[in-house]
């Protein structure tokens, strides 16, 4: 019997490997988005808008909420462009368009508007 330190070291992760393909089927496009958010202080809470009026399932989406659960933005991923869509505030009156590399930006935005106040 062979102890786990003596195990061959290879062994051990290739159990957990998963291929890029396996991986991106279970992690959400957002969940950046979601983390950069909550250490920005804001509450990102994941939702499945209902299916479209042709049944397909829509995107998934965060809806963006400050301590007190006043709702400040939404945001999705683009079907083809994958830009982030931040919808400010959430009843649509303004859409951005921010590219992955620009994640940073999307806080900036959601605070601005919360400054503006609505339009």
Avoid: C
């Amino acid at each position: 019997m062979t102890s786990a330190h003596t195990a061959n070291p290879r062994e051990v992760p290739a159990q957990r490997q998963t291929t890029e393909g396996e991986a991106g089927q279970h992690a959400s496009p957002l969940e950046p988005v979601r983390a950069l958010l909550h250490a920005e202080g804001f509450t990102a809470t994941p939702t499945r808008p209902n299916p479209s009026p042709n049944g397909r399932p829509l995107p998934e989406e965060l809806d963006v909420t400050d301590g007190h659960g006043w709702e400040l933005a939404k945001v999705a991923v683009g079907a083809h462009s994958r830009h982030y869509l931040v919808t400010l505030p959430p009843q649509g009156n303004k859409l951005f368009m921010v590219r992955p590399e620009d994640i940073g930006d999307i806080p900036r935005l959601i605070r601005s508007s919360m400054i503006a106040g609505p339009a």
